[in-house]
């Protein structure tokens, strides 16, 4: 058991817990934040993806430990209300079916454009392509970064 | 609460034809809506779909689940058009599983279709029940009012009455009977046909959005299960619980009981923790010598060996039109394949869940569930409960694909829970997800075909083996195609528990029929297009055949248009090719042509074009998303997906060695709507089957190779 701190959506949180934890459960059990998904736990799929000082990062292969004194924001947080450029494309766009990996989604998408504020499609698929969608709405993914790209 | 009724709610569902007429078989509905229903008072509910407050509040009540085919947002477009008032002003309630809301098994791609007459009916009694309230408020004809936008005008005079100062008039009238009730022209529709904002989706992007993994109780304990990896094994009497309870956050630890009847649910050793990374940690930990009984040496090898052995012995004959082996005999060239299909998972990215409250003579569950009354009264009679004792709440659901038709998940929670003081959450890892499916059958097809001396295909003898029975229709692609056609269908039953897979057999058959074809025209030198332009022109399936009625019409309109719409006829590359396929199910005519080029031996898929005929359309935008989705599931199985079996354990676990399609992978998808009045058709899983052959057809046309063992290309 250790202490973390860390700053979640701009508010300090402190946590006791063990070390290990990946930043994911921490988020969604202890924080109240199920905003961040769970779906493979390795790393895999992104849905879990976060912000880890505008790093974009797999929270459920993120140790808490590697958070400790870190910036972390997850998808409640990327706005106060849920219009930031990136939300407000995916809306346009009409991007979402079953909407679970989303979050994951917007948060790489996110972090894409803070990194490229004008990817080309080379761009956009290293940034996206490990971030899976089981209902398929990559076309529209891709739309939505092409569009709030154009609009940031 | 308002005197809302004069006649009970069964009589007014008799009378608005919902309990007998229309799709809406085995409606059996409370005789009334009382208090516990959470309406507030003065509340007009004329039925269990929609209620209006004094406000002018508008409540509608979704009774099936939405998985991201946008239910939640279609079904209240439908009640909204008749009862004129603008979405917007609609607050939705997903319904509890209960048997008040009729048919509620989200499956089959039928909401519209079994909906579209109760949501318009309940609508228009509420909008005829609201003006003749207006009627009655200004004394006045009800035939000189009409409704709009939450509003009842009078024609001959300026006034007009908002829905909310009616309600406590309106709920004192008798519930008119069907046929005082007019249903709204279609040429004056204001909300069906326009394509809508799903209304999930602010909550979607701002992570507001619940699905069943993010309910939360206070108290609530989490809970992981280890589950025997052979299906059907039994977990051992004794065991040592002290790996997981030493991880920090473990509680509990004890052995579950599964269900080794027709449902299947595994035997497993629960952990109880004080969060899911401590309980999924802890059921990891576990060492147990599982009882693994009789299929421990269960392979997929073995089971396509066997395949193998047995199609060349009689299966049971299906379809039998002319004469098959005298046409074979006769023709001027023969051809003999064999495909073989694989075992799928759905890994839907929500992995299997459920949320579970038991205390005394109570059981409440959250779950995200395709079929709630199911799981309603399937861990009834597993409690020993009535079925009131239990309330099953449907949350979003992250990814269903048929996967969550089958209560194995409440059962299994239900078991946990009769074990815990208090709320529970039982979450499956993503590798008992994928490991503990129900899965797409696997089936091996053997066909044999004849094609006459001008290339036109005269006889077809295709044996289906599959794991799985009731796999062919008999009226289905090519009956009635063929002069001369024998199916034979042989089961070969085996240890995988078999479950509904997005498009069930459709994701099987049409892959098979619609590559084989193709293989038939090639042989005798006929484009895939003109061929299926010619089959289905010169013989076509009867009109009106099947249940629902088949429309040739209709089917070969929709392949016109593709071959059209693709610009079929256009010259092709090297190293480019093109495929179509097409069927007819869910009461929807469909066909695509795929693009592709091959590229370091793999194919890239450039384009499909996509034409669909499903009668009205309520919402444009989400049929487009559908099949955007439709197409790269449909793919992402027939290139590289794949369940094998070793051991009697499922080898694949995660997204790793049960892969899907990326982003950079996608094909620009063009689907045309050819825009109808006939009676609305299913959506969700129509397009499956034209994808599977459409890719195998257009591969074959790049390389001249035809695959035929799926995955493709894995």
Known sequence: MARFEFEVNGERRTLDTSGDMPLLWALRDHLDLPGTRFSCGQGICGSCTV??????????????????????????????????????????????????????????AVALLQQDPDPDDDAIHAAMDDVLCRCGTYERIHRAIRRAAKEG | MVAIRKIG????????GMATGGLVLGVALLDSVDATDAVAADTFQPNVFVAIDTDGRITVWVSRTDMGQGTRTGMPMILAEELEVRLDDVTIVQADGDEKYGHQLTGGSLSVRLMWDPLRQAGATARTMLIRAAARLGDVAPGSCRARDGRVL??????????????????????????????????????IGESLDRIDG?????????????????????????????????????????????????????????LHDGLYVADGIAVIARDTWSALRGAEALEIAWQEGDDADASTEQLHETFRR??????????????????????????????????????????????IDLRGDRCEIWTPTQNPQTVRERV?????????????????????????????????????????????????????????????????????????????????????????????????????????LRVEYTHVPWVLPRGAWR????????????????????????????????????????????????????????????????????????????????????????????????????????AVTAVVDCGRVINPDLVRSQFEGGVVFALS????????????????????????????????????????????????EVPIPPTMPALGNAHFMATGERLRRVPLFA
């Open chain 2, 202 to 258: 602010p909550d979607i992007v701002t992570g507001r959005a619940r699905y069943g993994m993010d309910i939360r109780r206070s108290g609530m304990r989490y809970a992981a299960v280890a589950r025997c990896p052979v299906y059907g094994g039994r977990r051992p009497q004794e065991f040592d619980p002290s790996p997981a309870m030493r991880i920090d956050g473990v509680e509990r630890v004890f052995g579950i009981d599964g």
């Open chain 2, 310 to 355: 047995l199609v060349d012995e009689r299966g049971e004959v299906l379809r039998e039109d002319g004469d098959v082996d005298g046409a074979l005999g006769n023709a001027a060239r023969t051809l003999e394949a064999t495909y073989e299909l694989p075992f799928l998972a759905h890994a839907p990215m929500e992995p299997m869940n459920c949320t």
């Open chain 2, 637 to 684: 199985a027939t290139m590289m997906q794949e369940i094998t079996v070793e051991k009697g354990r499922v080898q694949q676990g995660n997204f790793g060695d049960f892969p899907m399609m990326r982003l950079s992978e996608t094909p620009t998808v063009t689907t045309h709507i050819l825009e109808n009045e006939n009676r609305p058709g299913g959506i969700g």
């Open chain 2, 9 to 16: 709610r069964r009589e007014f569902l008799q009378r608005t």
């Open chain 2, 380 to 484: 009834a009679r597993l409690l020993g409960f009535d079925t009131s004792q239990v309330t099953v709440h449907v949350t979003l659901v992250g990814g269903g694909f048929g996967r969550r038709l089958y209560p194995d998940m409440e059962l299994e929670a239900a078991r946990i829970a009769s074990e815990v003081d208090g709320p529970v959450q039982v979450v499956w890892s993503r590798e008992e997800d994928m490991r503990h499916d129900r899965y797409r059958p696997a089936s091996l097809h053997r066909l044999r075909g004849g094609v006459d001396a001008d290339g036109v295909p005269t006889a077809l003898h295709w044996h289906i083996l599959n794991t799985h029975r009731g796999v062919f229709r008999s009226d289905e692609f090519p009956s009635h195609q063929f002069p001369n």
């Open chain 2, 154 to 191: 009078h024609w001959n005079s300026d006034r007009e009455w908002a829905y909310g100062d009616l309600v406590e008039t309106a709920a004192t009238l008798d519930v008119p009977s069907e046929d005082e009730v007019e249903l709204k022209d279609p040429a004056t529709y204001r909300l």
């Open chain 1, 51 to 108: 912000l880890l000082d505008d790093t974009a990062v797999r929270s459920c292969v993120t140790p808490l430990s590697d958070a400790d004194g870190s910036r972390v924001t997850t998808i409640e947080g990327l706005s106060p209300d849920g219009t930031h450029r990136v939300q407000s494309a995916w809306l346009a766009e009409q991007v979402p079916q079953c909407g679970y990996c989303q979050p994951g989604q917007i948060m790489a």
């Open chain 2, 503 to 606: 498009s069930t057999v459709h994701s099987q058959n049409p892959f098979v029929a619609q590559c084989f074809l193709d293989e038939l025209g090639h042989a005798g030198g006929m484009d895939p297009m003109e061929l299926r332009l010619r089959m289905l022109s010169e013989h076509p399936r009867p009109r009106g055949d099947g249940d629902p009625p088949f429309d040739p019409d209709r089917m070969l309109r929709v392949v016109e248009e593709v071959a059209d719409r693709s610009n079929w006829g256009r010259s092709v590359d090297d190293g480019h090719g093109r495929g179509i396929g097409f069927s007819y199910c869910y009461d929807s005519y469909v066909a695509e042509v795929l693009d592709l080029h091959v590229e370091d031996g793999r194919p890239k898929i450039d």
